[in-house]
Every structure is written in C-alpha cells, then in structure tokens.
C-alpha cells in the first residue's frame, strides 16, 4: 500500500505542501504521495483518520488546537506551545502531535537579526502565533500579543501608537490577512511609525510580498515573507515522520 501523507486545514488548495512533497517523492522515488484533506469542520477528521496508509500528516489554519483532542499524545515543544502542526502516525497505531513551526520560524528569522531587537509584536492570537511566541522567549526577544480581541497583558490594533511602533522593532504577521485570493488585506496598525530599523515577517508566503510587507519595505524596514519558514518546517516534518 503506498503510503499516504497529508495537509490538515480548511480551503487549502493553494497550499505550498502537497507540490513540494510530492515533487520531493518524486525526485527521490519515494514511493508516497501527499494530499490535502480540505475539511470544512474538524469532525470530519475521524473519517479520515480510518485510512491506514496514511503515515503523516501537517496541520494549518484553523486546526492546529483543534487537532488536539484526537491526539494520544503532544512532543514537549507541541505541549508547551499549546499547538500541533505535524502529526506522527507510530507504529502501534497511536497518533503523536508534534510542533515544527517555531523551529522553521526561529531558523528563518536569523539572517534578518543583524541586531537582535529586544522586543517583537506577534499581530493574532491563533496557532501559529504560539510557536512564534515559543520561539522569541528561546531567542531571548521580549513579545506582546495584537488581537481584535485582547486578553490582559495584550494590544488592540486601536491601541498601537508611535511610541509602541518605535519600542517594538520587529513586527510579525500571524494572522491570514492578506493570503491568496485576498491579497489587498492587511493588518491594521500604523505603518507610518515605521522605520529603516524595524524589521517585518510575514508568516503568509502566497503572494511573496504581501500588503503588510509592502507598506513597511515602503517605510525602509527589512523585511522576508513565510517561504523559508515553511521549508525549514517541512523538512522537519520529514523528519519526524520517519525517526
């Protein structure tokens, strides 16, 4: 039976994953082909998981906690951020919940920190807003969440000002605005407070310069989209399916 490999998400069918893996087993004849299972509510999931020859599978908006519950178990990463990206089939048939995107973020984000700034805003609250959290706690960078919807301890969008902006120099993209189709979204902060010192990451890849990264490469910050990420994340991926 070949073996099955997949993305979990909803409305994904512009997903870089299922090309780049399959060109992958391709190139290496690997014997496997990857798929997305494009569900539209999680429940859904329990049908899918009756499949036996799937051997692994990635996870992405918006079901990166809602996977959770279905899991045996999380790797101390997933457990700490409190979100799964990547699940590992094992052997005895149990299902182990992993988290790769704080690796591919921290390993993308290096060659952007030509000075390490103190402190980041994280623009959304949702699954991948955890691991990046995960990741500038491990870089020793100083972080406030940006929500619509602020719990303690939090930014509103209406909140940020000139000084905030000036105080915080690296600024990252969590939410899914501004994605392919709807590429004229963005994020709503004062992007005239930005400068040639702050650096932008967009965690969004498709298209390659989004709204929120034009505004700011506009005002002179650096700035790198979501691809690299994803293939730092991928490749983890890979590897955790088959230790």
């Given at each position: 039976?070949?073996?099955?490999?997949?993305?979990?998400?909803?409305?994904?069918?512009?997903?870089?994953?299922?090309?780049?893996?399959?060109?992958?087993?391709?190139?290496?004849?690997?014997?496997?082909?990857?798929?997305?299972?494009?569900?539209?509510?999680?429940?859904?999931?329990?049908?899918?998981?009756?499949?036996?020859?799937?051997?692994?599978?990635?996870?992405?908006?918006?079901?990166?906690?809602?996977?959770?519950?279905?899991?045996?178990?999380?790797?101390?990463?997933?457990?700490?951020?409190?979100?799964?990206?990547?699940?590992?089939?094992?052997?005895?048939?149990?299902?182990?919940?992993?988290?790769?995107?704080?690796?591919?973020?921290?390993?993308?984000?290096?060659?952007?920190?030509?000075?390490?700034?103190?402190?980041?805003?994280?623009?959304?609250?949702?699954?991948?807003?955890?691991?990046?959290?995960?990741?500038?706690?491990?870089?020793?960078?100083?972080?406030?969440?940006?929500?619509?919807?602020?719990?303690?301890?939090?930014?509103?969008?209406?909140?940020?000002?000139?000084?905030?902006?000036?105080?915080?120099?690296?600024?990252?993209?969590?939410?899914?605005?501004?994605?392919?189709?709807?590429?004229?979204?963005?994020?709503?902060?004062?992007?005239?407070?930005?400068?040639?010192?702050?650096?932008?990451?967009?965690?969004?890849?498709?298209?390659?310069?989004?709204?929120?990264?034009?505004?700011?490469?506009?005002?002179?910050?650096?700035?790198?989209?979501?691809?690299?990420?994803?293939?730092?994340?991928?490749?983890?991926?890979?590897?955790?399916?088959?230790s």
């Amino acid at each position: 039976m070949k073996k099955t490999y997949g993305l979990l998400g909803r409305n994904i069918e512009y997903s870089f994953s299922r090309n780049y893996f399959n060109e992958r087993f391709k190139n290496q004849a690997i014997d496997a082909y990857y798929k997305n299972f494009d569900l539209q509510d999680i429940s859904e999931l329990k049908e899918v998981l009756k499949n036996e020859s799937i051997h692994g599978m990635n996870v992405t908006i918006p079901y990166k906690r809602d996977i959770m519950p279905f899991l045996d178990r999380l790797s101390p990463d997933a457990e700490a951020i409190g979100a799964v990206n990547v699940v590992k089939f094992e052997k005895d048939g149990s299902l182990t919940g992993y988290n790769s995107d704080y690796y591919g973020f921290s390993a993308s984000l290096q060659p952007l920190l030509k000075i390490k700034p103190k402190k980041a805003l994280i623009l959304g609250t949702g699954g991948a807003s955890k691991a990046i959290a995960y990741a500038l706690k491990d870089l020793g960078i100083e972080y406030t969440f940006v929500s619509r919807t602020p719990k303690e301890g939090q930014y509103t969008y209406s909140n940020l000002n000139e000084a905030i902006i000036k105080d915080y120099l690296l600024i990252i993209n969590s939410t899914p605005l501004g994605t392919f189709p709807k590429t004229e979204a963005y994020p709503n902060i004062p992007y005239q407070y930005i400068t040639s010192n702050h650096m932008l990451f967009d965690l969004i890849y498709n298209p390659a310069i989004t709204q929120f990264l034009k505004k700011g490469y506009e005002q002179g910050a650096s700035i790198l989209n979501g691809e690299r990420m994803l293939v730092l994340q991928a490749e983890k991926s890979w590897e955790i399916w088959n230790s």
